[in-house]
């Protein structure tokens, strides 16, 4: 059984930085991604991106610099195409899965670097070819260059919805259509948040980039609500309260949440972040959980930008070291201080963001009982409230009634639809109803896949 100091999953910014200080600082250090090449989400697939146009800017300057510091580290084992699917608190060792093979590992300290997923936005035709999320459109484009043909409408809001149709204008899209799905008097309670002269250079990219959409011919229109795909084979229109498209593209975005997925298999100590209408682990100073053994880093912890992902990684690399007898605490504290001077920078704008950006009700509960909220069960949002009706008092009861959250997913897509959707009928927060309770294996995986650990292993 190999053996290691620090053992990190995902390789985004939070898992990159953090192996790149951990092993400057003596620990042995293992990296496991699922995906081929390091990058994550934000920098996924940089280094292929050659000098694409469409990517300009702070994808190919900061994403490639951080992936060749990453690359050319020294003390860190990287594992691409590989799954985190069991971790044994008790003893330190983890599971992983690598070309239809099984191995544990022991490591002496865990860190979750695993991201932000997109938040589900299930509304009525969501499940019709031709809708899918933004993000998953920004992988086509990153990692294919693959650009949508014919009309295009992108719904919904948040930074990451004006950075992919500036993506796709540059590289030919359209004709595109922003429909913004933001309150009225959304932009006046960001203000009152504050920050905006500390985050001025984050506010002042976001501008730059709404300035080159609008240069590339993108349309907007406000105050979009009760959003719906029609079509029969696939989308061909997008209605909502006072209008419709045609459209051959439906993109959906409101914004993104942490993946925490693992970390609540692992029965680590979860928050809700009202702010960010999601969960998030709860951690001390350092990333470090709830468990003496795991951290977590990066947007994993809750939503802060690759940058601050960066520095939460170094700082639970420093504390790794720290813990495990390699660094005087004084020396840790020293280490970290710029560390959390960009971490704070890093954020400052993030209130003023939350409360923009804010999703309305009805993008967390569906309104319309014939939307379908659990794809992979095809459970719909009214079968969802007869459930709660019926008694159950969150997604672990609605998962028993109604099979939502048992699919290939376990509850990724569907968990925070059907917990929203629970409290709504029942009068209660989001927060009273709960989460998902997910248990390993983290992902699916074969009888075949599990037979394939070494005898010795197995026993």
Known sequence: MRRYDL????????????????????????????????????????EAAGADPALAGEFLDDGGALVRGFRCA??????????????DLATGVISVLRDGVSEEIQASRLLLATGAQERPVPIPGWTLP???????????LKTAGAVPQGPVVLAGQGPLAWLLAVQLLRAGAGPMTLLETGGKGALWDAFRAGGLWTGRRLL????GLVREARRHG????????????????????????GGELACDTLLLHEGVIPSTHVSRALGLEHHWDEAQRCWRPALDEWGASSHDLVAVAGDGGGIGGWEAAAATGRLAAIDAARRLGRLPA????????PHRARLAAALALRPFLDRLYAP????????????????????????VREAARLGATGPNQAKAYLRAGMGPCQGRMCGTTVAAVIAAERGISIEQAGTLRPRAPFKPLTVGELAALPPEEVG
């Open 218 to 241: 993108l349309s907007v229109v406000r105050g979009v609500r009760d959003l719906r795909a029609e079509g029969e084979d696939r989308v061909r229109r997008v209605r909502w309260a």
């Open 74 to 87: 020294t003390g860190v084992d990287y594992s691409p195409r590989t799954a985190l699917w069991h971790v």
């Open 204 to 207: 002042t990219k976001g501008i």
């Open 330 to 337: 004084a020396e840790a504290a020293r280490r970290a201080a």
């Open 7 to 46: 053992a990190i999953a995902g390789a985004g910014p939070a898992g990159m930085a953090a192996a790149v200080e951990a092993a400057s600082l003596g620990l042995s250090v293992l990296v496991v991604d699922e995906q081929p090449a390091p990058g994550g989400q934000v920098f996924r697939a940089v």
């Open 130 to 140: 031709g809708v899918m999320g933004a993000g998953a459109a920004q992988i086509l």
């Open 360 to 383: 309305a009700p009805e993008v967390l509960a569906p309104r319309d009982d014939s939307t379908i909220v659990c794809r992979c069960e095809e459970i719909t949002a009214g079968q």
